[in-house]
């Protein structure tokens, strides 16, 4: 079946400007996490979300950042008046559920934000 | 303290070699282990979930030891398409973040 897909692969925009990128999760996972992993480091989270419960928004490094996710699908994560520090590869993962070994995440293919 | 800990590598080793990476976490809590590999730019893929005492997957033995707090992954037999590297991925069940390690780094050479 189709696996995690995210739009759009490459991203290249203006310091100050907002970005909105999108997720679809694989058709029937509730979980669904937002990452992103700047050059030579390791994934960082940003937020989860699942099924109907209230977002974990622990992760978003500041108030620039929101996401969403509407009909339990498809999210979108928004970076108001980026910065170039900003600049990494936004991934987003989903999962059957949480617990047992439901719990698998399963990457999209990120998209690449560069903040000029 | 990170909640999860790699030796970053480099890890260069000839075909055919047996190569073994740990990793630590910090919560005795965790509850779910998994290994991905990482291709270069690419999104990190499945490689091995990890739920009891270890499993195997062809030439991929990963183990876990909860009394020390580290997960292994095996390689034997090492090829060329075995470059990547290796994430380690820790589940605290506490909540719902997944801590990932930076990652260590093999190469293998022909």
């Known amino acids: 079946g189709a696996g995690v897909s995210q739009s759009p692969s490459n991203k290249v925009t203006e310091k100050g400007k907002d970005v909105e990128l999108r997720c679809d999760p694989i058709?029937?996972?509730?979980?669904l996490y937002w990452y992103r992993q700047s050059l030579g480091q390791g994934l960082e989270f940003l937020i989860y979300f699942q099924g109907n419960s209230a977002p974990d928004k622990s992760g978003l490094p500041s108030d620039r950042f929101s996401a969403e996710r509407t009909g339990g699908s498809v999210s979108t994560l928004t970076i108001q008046r980026t910065q170039q520090e900003d600049s990494a590869v936004y991934l987003c993962?989903?999962?059957?559920?949480?617990?047992?070994?439901?719990?698998?995440?399963?990457f999209g293919p990120g998209t690449r934000l560069t903040v000029l | 303290r990170k909640e999860v800990e790699q030796d970053p590598g480099p890890f260069n080793v000839p075909e055919g070699a047996t190569v073994a990476f740990n990793c630590t976490y910090s919560n005795s809590a965790s509850q779910s282990f998994f290994w991905y590999r990482q291709d270069c730019r690419k999104e990190p893929k499945l490689l091995m979930s990890v739920y009891s005492s270890g499993n195997e997957d062809g030439r991929f033995t990963a183990q876990l030891n909860r009394a020390s707090q580290y997960i292994s992954l095996l390689i034997r037999d090492s090829k060329l398409s075995d470059s990547a590297t290796y994430l380690c991925v820790v589940n605290m069940r506490t909540g719902n973040q997944f801590y990932f390690g930076t990652g260590t780094s093999l190469t293998v050479i022909p």
């Open positions: 058709s029937g996972h509730t979980a």
């Open positions: 993962a989903s999962s059957k559920g949480w617990g047992g070994n439901t719990d698998t995440q399963y």
